[in-house]
Structures are given as C-alpha cells and as structure tokens.
C-alpha cells in the first residue's frame, strides 16, 4: 500500500521537492515529487503533489513513473481540472524522455547508426514498450546501418500471413536499402517470441536474402526486457 501523498501546504518547507532538490539534488525526489517538480503547479481541483501522484499511480496498465509515457493528448484533458495548457505540458516532458534516450545511439552529426542488437533495443524500446496494441516496424539501412528510414507494417499484429514480404522489400528497393530490421512489440507481456514471430522472421529473411538485402535482426520490445533473434542465434 502506498503511503499517503502529502499536499504541497502540508509539508514542512525542507520537505517540499523544489526545496528538497535544492538542497540534496534531485536523485532524493521520489516520482511524483519529481514530476511535480517540472509541473510546477496544479489544477483548481489538486495540488501539483496530488496531480503529479495522480498520473505516475492512476489507475493504468502500467504503474510507476512510466506511465506518463502512455497519456494521449485527450486522454490528459479528461482528467477533472487538466486543461490543454498542462496537457501539452505532459506530453512535451515524455517527449524529451524519448529524445534524450533516442540521442544515446545518435551521432555527432545527427546520423543514427543501428550495428548490434542492443542498438537497435536502445533506439526503439522507448517508443514501442508502452504502446498498448502490437505493432510490426521495419527499419531500412544503408551498408554502414544508417537509418535511412522506418515505417510501421502492422498494427495489431504480427502473424506471419499478414506480414507482406512484397511490401517490405519494395520499400526496401524504393529506399535502396542494404540491410532490413524488423522490430515488434508484446504489450504488457514478455519479449519471447511466438511461433508466428519465428516464423514471419524467416519468411522476410529468405525473401531479403533473395534479392541481396541482409534482414539483419528481429527485435521484440517487451514490458521490460527484449528480444534479439540475433543474440539467440536465430539469424545469421
């Protein structure tokens, strides 16, 4: 059971997490402390420490702080006193989560370079692990695995007869890739693969390795590890 979150007028001046940060640096703030922190103020019906307790513990599928990473725009302005202002707010400070973790495997000159298994974990967990429908991404590189490109292929699924190798390697030729990424998703689940995974991985491999494109991994994001069909010795 969580204890009892103390509003802002509550608390003793040390004890409230502007002043908190202050004189210890922010690793002491807990989640909602921290969030209120950068939220600054509240709505007319909670204080900042109620709102920021709010969205990190509300009633979601995913509990802890990672859960503001799964508010939509609407789904921010139907909470009771959240207005379009403290929306915008919220969805900007997930966002910056995602860039600052998306430039670890970024370049100096903004080029994103996707070599080994963990790379391509890095690069797209932040996105994909908190979408609550399964999506099927293809990354399209260049010979040194530049990203050129990646686009979504499925939603909702990917089980191998609606992965249309035909449309992945077109775009792979329109792009003129020379190597493939696949890269899914298992909301809410564990990252091993199923039988239509393995299965739909071979296909696209067989199908790449055919016209001279290396499919060179088959990554699957799950709630909090992946899955690297490379690392398991599944592809070559």
């Given at each position: 059971?969580?204890?009892?979150?103390?509003?802002?007028?509550?608390?003793?001046?040390?004890?409230k997490?502007?002043?908190?940060?202050?004189?210890?640096?922010?690793?002491?703030?807990?989640?909602?402390?921290?969030?209120?922190?950068?939220?600054?103020?509240?709505?007319?019906?909670?204080?900042?420490?109620?709102?920021?307790?709010?969205?990190?513990?509300?009633?979601?599928e995913?509990?802890?702080?990672s859960?503001i990473?799964?508010?939509?725009?609407?789904?921010?302005?139907?909470?009771?006193?959240?207005?379009?202002?403290?929306?915008?707010?919220?969805?900007?400070?997930?966002?910056?989560?995602?860039?600052?973790?998306?430039?670890?495997?970024?370049?100096?000159?903004s080029?994103?370079?996707?070599?080994?298994?963990?790379?391509?974990?890095?690069?797209?967990?932040?996105?994909?692990?908190?979408?609550?429908?399964?999506?099927?991404?293809?990354?399209?590189?260049?010979?040194?695995?530049?990203?050129?490109?990646?686009?979504i292929?499925?939603?909702?699924?990917?089980?191998?007869?609606?992965?249309?190798?035909?449309?992945?390697?077109?775009?792979?030729?329109?792009?003129?890739?020379?190597?493939?990424?696949?890269?899914?998703?298992?909301?809410?689940?564990?990252?091993?693969?199923?039988?239509?995974?393995?299965?739909?991985?071979?296909?696209?491999?067989?199908?790449?390795?055919?016209?001279?494109?290396?499919?060179?991994?088959?990554?699957?994001?799950?709630?909090?590890?992946?899955?690297?069909?490379?690392?398991?010795?599944?592809?070559?």
């Amino acid at each position: 059971m969580r204890e009892k979150i103390l509003r802002i007028n509550e608390r003793h001046d040390d004890d409230k997490p502007y002043e908190k940060c202050r004189k210890s640096g922010p690793g002491v703030l807990t989640d909602s402390e921290l969030l209120a922190v950068l939220l600054r103020t509240g709505t007319r019906d909670m204080d900042v420490m109620m709102l920021a307790e709010h969205l990190v513990h509300g009633e979601r599928e995913y509990e802890g702080i990672s859960s503001i990473l799964h508010y939509t725009y609407e789904e921010l302005t139907g909470i009771k006193g959240i207005g379009p202002v403290k929306a915008v707010q919220i969805l900007c400070i997930s966002e910056l989560v995602q860039r600052i973790w998306k430039s670890s495997i970024t370049d100096k000159n903004s080029v994103v370079r996707l070599k080994t298994p963990s790379d391509c974990a890095r690069f797209f967990s932040q996105e994909m692990r908190y979408l609550e429908k399964e999506e099927l991404k293809i990354a399209y590189l260049d010979i040194r695995y530049r990203l050129i490109d990646s686009i979504i292929m499925t939603r909702g699924t990917c089980d191998s007869s609606l992965v249309s190798v035909r449309d992945i390697l077109e775009g792979a030729l329109k792009k003129h890739a020379a190597r493939l990424l696949m890269i899914h998703n298992h909301p809410y689940s564990d990252a091993l693969p199923s039988d239509a995974d393995i299965e739909a991985t071979n296909k696209v491999s067989e199908g790449a390795e055919a016209i001279g494109i290396k499919l060179i991994d088959h990554i699957i994001i799950g709630s909090n590890d992946y899955f690297s069909f490379k690392e398991k010795g599944l592809l070559d």
